[in-house]
């Protein structure tokens, strides 16, 4: 059961508005809020290793909150399913920093679980989007 202090998330888009919030923040307590408890959670980050478990997920935001710079997001939807207890989401994460040009989107599934304490990521893998194919043109005489 979720204790008084934990956020209990009633929707799997209310816990991937935190997970992004917490993302914003560069706050790994309340990133870490999001994750399930259990054990068997994983995280593929851009180009990266997976990283399962709850202290080796924590380990690698904390990395990433610490050498990164602050960003902005825009969360571009493709899908959203729910089946049960379980919720995919499919979604392009445009982001931004102040210091450099925006880069290519990333492609991102992130899924949920329905728990005692409300929905939980169990999975967050990214990685970057191919970038959009050249079209040839043509010239018609």
Not at 59 to 84: A, K, L, V, Y
Not at 111 to 125: F, K, P, S, V
């Amino acid at each position: 059961m979720a204790s008084m202090t934990e956020k209990r998330f009633h929707t799997p888009r209310e816990a991937e508005t935190a997970f992004y919030a917490a993302f914003i923040k560069r706050d790994v307590d309340a990133m870490m809020a999001v994750w399930a408890e259990s054990g068997d959670i994983s995280c593929v980050h851009p180009l990266g290793q997976i990283v399962t478990g709850r202290t080796a997920v924590r380990d690698s935001w904390e990395s990433i909150f610490r050498n990164s710079p602050d960003m902005q997001f825009m969360i571009t939807e493709r899908s959203r399913t729910q089946n049960g207890e379980i919720a995919v989401h499919i979604v392009e994460e445009h982001i931004r920093t102040k210091s450099e040009p925006p880069t290519a989107p990333m492609q991102v599934t992130n899924i949920y679980r329905l728990t005692e304490g409300g929905w939980r990521m169990i999975l967050h893998h990214a990685s970057p989007a191919s970038p959009p194919a050249k079209t040839e043109s043509k010239t018609l005489h």
